[in-house]
């Protein structure tokens, strides 16, 4: 396909297919604590999910995503560097192959194991979620940083993106998202960009500075709420997971 994290389409190459690569919003980035100037006039971010209405959970081939039904403002985002709401279109997570540095973001210089990336649009500027995703202020994506995964958390990462052939989608429903948030959302923020390709510097960066340990307590609540959606993956994915082992074709220790 297009584009990849390997040697030869890697991050180091997009630039040829995605020129805005060498541009001057570009994300992720290295944020410097110490070095971010305070805005007084930033309020806080305020999410409104409760009404939100998951709709499938797909694998894309380089992430496992989630997609929302988006057609009004039932899920949005609103407040800090917002000058609107921002509706809800879909999450993903963004993980290593090698333990506990696959964090896009990093933290001076410090990377985490993962980071759930929340993706929003502006609804009240322009018309489709394409559209908003090439204009500068189109997108705000919500970043929040996840640390050291227990072995059950690999697992449903694991059951996740494997059992989700590529390209395959399950219908995934009733998960809100907000029983992922940590409850303090202070952040940082700045202008930035898609973090994979097409790269569009289109989207307004909220990363949130506490990071989550997702326990197996977050990751029950995430098959408790979506229990009818997940019930129905996560057998299936165990079915496949144990077909995948006693099979043999188990060849690798994989490693989040
Ligand atoms: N990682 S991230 O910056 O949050 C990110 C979020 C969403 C997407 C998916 C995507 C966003 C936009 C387009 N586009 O405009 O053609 C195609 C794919 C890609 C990357
Ligand atoms: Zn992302």
């Known amino acids: 396909n297009l584009w990849g994290y390997g040697k030869e389409d890697g991050p180091s190459v997009w630039h040829k297919n995605y020129p805005v690569a060498q541009g001057d919003r570009q994300s ?62 879909q999450f993903h997570f963004h993980w290593g192959v090698k333990g506990c540095h696959g964090s896009e973001h990093t933290v001076a210089g410090n990377s985490y194991a993962s980071e759930l990336h929340l993706v929003h649009w502006n609804a009240v500027k322009y018309t489709t979620f394409g559209e908003a995703a090439t204009a500068p202020d189109g997108l705000a994506v919500l970043g929040i940083f996840l640390q050291h995964h227990g072995r059950f958390v690999k697992a449903v990462f694991f059951f996740f993106f494997f059992f989700l052939l590529q390209g395959s ?51 029950t609540c995430l098959a408790g709420s979506s229990e009818p959606a997940l019930g129905r993956l996560l057998p299936a994915s165990g079915l496949y997971l144990h077909t995948f082992l006693t099979q043999g074709l188990y060849t690798r220790n994989w490693e989040f």
């Open 28 to 89: 992720p980035i290295d944020i410097v604590p110490h070095q971010a100037s305070h805005d007084p006039s930033l309020g806080p971010v305020v999410l409104n999910y409760d009404q939100c209405t998951s709709i499938k959970i797909a694998n894309n081939g380089h992430s496992v995503v989630v997609e929302f039904d988006d057609s009004d403002d039932r899920s949005v985002i609103r407040g800090g560097p917002l000058d609107n709401p921002y509706r809800l279109k």
């Open 169 to 219: 989608a399950a219908d995934f429903k009733g998960f809100n998202p907000k029983c992922l948030l940590p409850s303090s959302l202070h952040y940082w923020t700045y202008l930035g960009s898609l973090t994979t390709p097409p790269l569009h510097e289109s989207v307004i960066w909220i990363v949130v500075k506490d990071p989550i340990t997702v326990s197996e307590k977050q990751v």
